[in-house]
């Protein structure tokens, strides 16, 4: 039998079409704009049904008893975690309790449900990994025009990809990326690797790791300096011109290019192409992500759309149209009767209404340090902290140092197992969601049970409903069925369960509209553009980014290893997993047994290290163990550590050897991507 689903193994939400046999998955197939020859495959969606139907599932609840995990009734576990949650409360008050989520089951109705639930139970500490992920980068788009932008690739003129390797992460992007090439568009990368994407560029800029921010600054000097700007646009629709203009001759490309490990002539000869050409649009990506300078480098990034005239076209970076929707989240009061443990990052906490709290290193200062109170439970749903959060020696001290962590999850990972209690989780084509895709741009698309639950796992949106009702807060989940509750979020839509069901392609809320500026204004205070921000003004930042200087550290252990140490990189995310899962499925694993080490040949003769050796890397932090590959790819000075393989090999995790301590001074973001590390052969291959 032939169905329709939205696929959620990585955060792509790709629309698919799978065959059912028996109320098992046979097979699961991408949709495309692409005829079948020229689409791109998807390894992890071809592995779906071992995936799902895999014998490492996690298929009954689990207690820890004597020091192990043993199975349980769903009645039991729901039980124990009830009462651990509420004598917690009794004990040490509701703020005690924090729930953690990470991006696995989707940033949709899942997290919605959650922050309810802990909101209705007392504590504000629902908390998010934004700070690592695009939410700190949304933040800064939101502080700009209003909104995070979506690149039409397809249809632009120019394509300027930054920090971002979708043939890797999200096929839909590479197919449009790959359209727009083939029919005559320009392709600028900046990233430090020479991905699949920076070898068919016009124009690669192979920026040295947290740089990112110095190479943004510089381009919108350049713009300026040269009149490439929308002199149009920038009168009507921005406020700041002439103060970003001043701050941005501190950045003349020939004193800055050194600093980035650029030549400053292909930078000139990049940011001409993508001004100059219309329309334009920029590809941005997690490479912005987990540096001292996220959101301030965002900015920047975000500043040269604006300056450029390309916000809100077609061909360009297009401005969303949300879908109305209720907020479930029962926020309105709750953070004026209980302060978030991420009070010390207000502008980041409470930028957007449905967002949340995201400053995720604060929750392990809270547990550790009871800073700015303690944290003596835990719900983890959907992450894998231990593995994915900077400084893992850190977090598994926070974790051993808990009263009581609970764990949603449908794989016994590495986090998993230090819990007291494992509750198993529905894979993406066992339950029926909303995904945060459908909610923040127009089109809705239903993600559509397709298989009945695996064993006697459930879905995240029942777990959260039946602890509710264990915590007694039933009157808070009055909802008898999933299809309930995501009619109340769309009834401000119109569009209802039934109508998704018949209209497999999706809804449509609201007509297409661009360049919506010229009537609407945009969503900030100001309703223009803001070059300069007054709001972080107001709360201590830099209201221009970089106005006081780019500062002298942007990674970690510079002083340390900066000079005998090799400049680490947190990648590659390659396409056979999603960070740390799907690790234990034999046909992917298969593919990368491996995590390796992949380093210049310079670097690796200096170091008598051959291909195949056994490497020790090792920061202040600690050390791990990898396999030396000698590749093209990689800079001189650099070294790419391959990511997620933490859960598989605990001495192959990248987090063993990142910093937390420093911090993005907006949005909490600790430096995990870039990093000192010293690099030594243990064994010959």
Not at 305 to 312: F, K, P, S, V, W
Request: charged share 20%.
């Amino acid at each position: 039998m032939t169905k329709n689903t939205v696929c959620r193994l990585c955060s792509s939400c790709c629309p698919v079409e799978v065959e059912v046999e028996n109320n098992r998955l046979v097979s699961a197939t991408r949709k495309s704009f692409l005829p079948g020859n020229k689409q791109l495959v998807c390894p992890k969606l071809a592995s779906a049904p071992e995936i799902v139907h895999s014998k490492k599932r996690l298929l009954t609840p689990f207690i820890r008893k004597d020091g192990a995990l043993v199975e349980s009734s769903w009645d039991n576990a729901l039980n124990f975690t009830a009462k651990a949650l509420l004598d917690t409360r009794e004990k040490y008050g509701a703020s005690s309790v924090a729930w953690l989520r990470g991006m696995a089951a989707d940033w949709g109705a899942p997290w919605d449900y959650a922050a309810r639930l802990m909101h209705a139970f007392g504590s504000p500490n629902a908390i998010g990994n934004g700070s690592v992920c695009h939410v700190a980068r949304e933040m800064a788009h939101n502080f700009t025009y209003g909104a995070m932008t979506l690149p039409l690739a397809k249809d632009s003129r120019c394509i300027l990809v930054w920090g971002k390797n979708d043939f890797n992460t999200c096929p839909p992007a590479a197919e449009a990326i790959l359209h727009a090439r083939q029919n005559g568009a320009h392709l600028i990368v900046v990233d430090p690797i020479k991905t699949r994407l920076a070898r068919m560029a016009d124009i690669w800029l192979p920026i040295k790791p947290g740089q990112d921010g110095l190479l943004a600054m510089s381009m919108i000097n350049l713009i300026l300096e040269n009149n490439w700007f929308d002199r149009d646009f920038t009168q009507n629709f921005t406020i700041g011109l002439d103060r970003l203009a001043r701050a941005a001759k501190a950045f003349d490309i020939e004193s800055t290019a050194q600093s980035m490990g650029l030549d400053a002539e292909k930078v000139r000869q990049a940011t001409r192409l993508y001004a100059t050409t219309k329309p334009a649009c920029i590809v941005e990506g997690n490479g912005l992500d987990m540096q001292l300078a996220t959101f301030q480098a965002t900015r920047a990034v975000c500043i040269l759309r604006a300056i450029t005239g390309n916000l809100d076209k077609a061909g360009g970076d297009f401005i969303p149209q949300p879908v109305p929707a209720n907020n479930i989240r029962l926020a309105e009061n709750i953070y004026e009767k209980e302060k978030p443990i991420t009070a010390a990052y207000p502008l980041f906490s409470f930028f957007h209404p449905n967002w949340g709290l995201h400053a995720q290193s604060c929750l392990i200062d809270a547990i550790l340090d009871e800073k700015p109170y303690p944290i003596k439970a835990l719900v983890v749903q959907a992450g894998n902290p231990l593995v994915t959060m900077a400084d893992s020696n850190r977090m598994e001290k926070a974790l051993a140092k808990l009263d009581f962590l609970a764990v949603i999850d449908p794989f016994l990972t590495r986090t998993a197992q230090m819990a007291a209690v494992v509750l198993p989780a529905c894979l993406c084509f066992e339950k029926t969601q909303l995904n945060r895709a459908s909610m923040r741009n127009n089109l809705v698309l239903l993600q559509d049970e397709v298989i009945s639950p695996v064993g006697q796992s459930r879905p995240d949106w029942q777990i959260v409903f039946d602890l509710a009702k264990k915590l007694g807060l039933a009157e808070f989940f009055p909802w008898k069925s999933v299809e309930e509750a995501i009619g109340v979020q769309l009834a401000p839509s119109g569009i209802t369960v039934e109508a998704l069901r018949k209209n497999q392609q999706g809804i449509a809320a609201q007509k297409v509209r661009f360049e919506k500026h010229c009537q609407d204004g945009f969503a900030t205070p100001s309703g223009k553009v803001e070059l300069f921000s007054q709001r972080l003004a107001d709360g201590g930042q830099p209201g221009i980014p970089f106005e006081n200087g780019f500062g002298s550290q942007s990674v970690s252990f510079e002083d340390e290893l900066g000079r005998e140490g090799l400049l680490g990189m947190s990648g590659d995310r390659t396409n056979y997993f999603t960070h740390s899962q799907f690790h234990n499925v034999d046909a992917l694993a298969k593919r990368c047994p491996k995590a390796q080490a992949n380093l210049h040949k310079e670097d690796a003769a200096e170091r008598g290290i051959k291909d195949g050796d056994l490497l020790k890397i090792s920061t202040p932090r600690g050390e791990l163990t990898m396999i030396a590959q000698i590749s093209d790819a990689v800079q001189k000075g650099c070294i790419q550590l391959g990511w997620g393989f933490g859960d598989a090999d605990p001495k192959a995790g990248v987090n063993l050897l990142t910093d937390d301590d420093l911090r993005d001074p907006v949005t909490c973001t600790p430096s995990a991507r870039s990093f000192y590390c010293k690099v030594e052969r243990v064994e010959e291959r």
